[in-house]
């Protein structure tokens, strides 16, 4: 085990990557970058993340948004050189570290609450 | 033909150069120790016999301690012989992983995983009957016939039945090393190799 380790500490020595923090719930947006032959450009992909798995350098997050009325789930590799970066937009509320029921739900119901954070007021 | 020994240490994913994750495999590999170098003349055959792992002198036989004082090295616990080797080295001197380069094509030889007494299902793939009603009772993994009565009136040889599956010597080929790391005499294999976690391969191309 201590092999695996040490194999991922050399390999993602020079990834000095920092992406926020987000957890299952979050509304996020990863900017992917595609490479077509010589070209590179990069796309967007925004949704809900329904899924962190894994740990170390292999984890991965599964992201999920309704496009078209259809619902499109992607698998990122958390440590991927091909993201570009993510962004959070928003943070849920939820109570499930897998949100695989959203696979069910659809329009009204499959809305995810937005955590309220305590933000600190000036004072006058 | 060149190779070492290695311990097979267990499995990860690392990102290459165009940004595809690949899966390999983590194998410790060397340094082995040169045991002996049979020659036509000597023993009508060429190999080296190689050695790798540590052995407590008090559970080796006197003959084998012997054997590795004539190489001076302490007892070890594999020895393995590779024919025909491409490298030249001499009685005594070690071989590491620097004999592979990162991108060459290499074959691994390792014993698989014991699966025990398995039908033939999971041992030779049969598909098995297929329904569960049409008055299957409980026979739905069975084999089904395996020869006829009046004719040939026995089982043909090599009929493949239930039976011990796994343990076996397997040798899988063309797989790519992906990255080395000399010091630590680790080498990463694209895809799986056969055996346990901790398990004897022979890394050769």
């Known amino acids: ?124 | 033909m060149k190779g070492i020994i290695g311990k097979k240490i267990g499995m990860t994913s690392i990102f290459e150069a165009n940004g595809k994750q690949t899966a390999c495999t983590i194998i410790e590999a060397g340094p082995c120790v040169v045991t002996q170098v049979k020659t036509v003349d000597s023993d009508g055959y060429d190999a080296l016999q190689i050695a790798f792992g540590e052995a407590k002198a008090k559970n080796t036989p006197k003959a084998q301690i012997h054997h590795f004082n004539a190489a001076n090295t302490t007892p070890k616990s594999v020895v393995k012989e590779l024919r025909n080797c491409s490298i030249t080295k001499q009685l005594g001197e070690s071989i590491t992983c620097d004999i592979f380069a990162e991108g060459e094509k290499v074959s691994v030889i390792g014993t698989t995983k014991g699966k025990g007494f398995q039908g033939v299902v999971k041992r030779h793939g049969f598909s098995g009957v297929g329904e569960a009603t049409h008055g299957q009772h409980d026979r739905q993994r069975a084999p089904g016939s395996i020869g006829g009565s009046s004719y040939p009136s026995r089982v043909f040889k090599g009929m493949r039945m239930a039976g011990r599956m796994g343990g076996d010597s397997v040798k899988v080929k063309a797989l790519r090393v992906v990255k080395i790391f000399p010091e630590q005499n680790y080498i990463l294999i694209s895809g799986s190799v056969p055996g346990h976690n901790g398990s004897i391969v022979l890394i050769q191309n």
């Not at chain 1, 010589?38 to 992201?63: M, N």
């Not at chain 1, 739900?105 to 305590?118: L, T, V």
């Open chain 1, 1 to 124: 085990m201590d092999a695996i380790v040490f194999v991922h500490q050399q390999l993602n020595a020079n990834a000095s990557k920092s992406y926020p923090t987000f957890k299952a719930g979050d509304n996020i947006t990863v900017n992917y970058k595609i490479i077509e032959g010589v070209k590179e450009r990069i796309q967007s992909f925004k949704g809900d993340v329904i899924k962190r798995q894994g740990t170390g350098a292999t984890q991965t997050f599964t992201v999920r948004k309704i496009s078209d009325g259809i619902g499109v789930e992607r698998i990122f590799p958390y440590y991927s050189p091909n993201i570009d970066s993510i962004v959070l937009n928003k943070s849920g509320r939820v109570r499930r570290a897998k949100l695989y029921y959203q696979r069910e739900r659809s329009g009204k119901s499959a809305r995810i609450q937005e955590k309220k954070r305590a933000v600190q007021v000036k004072a006058k």
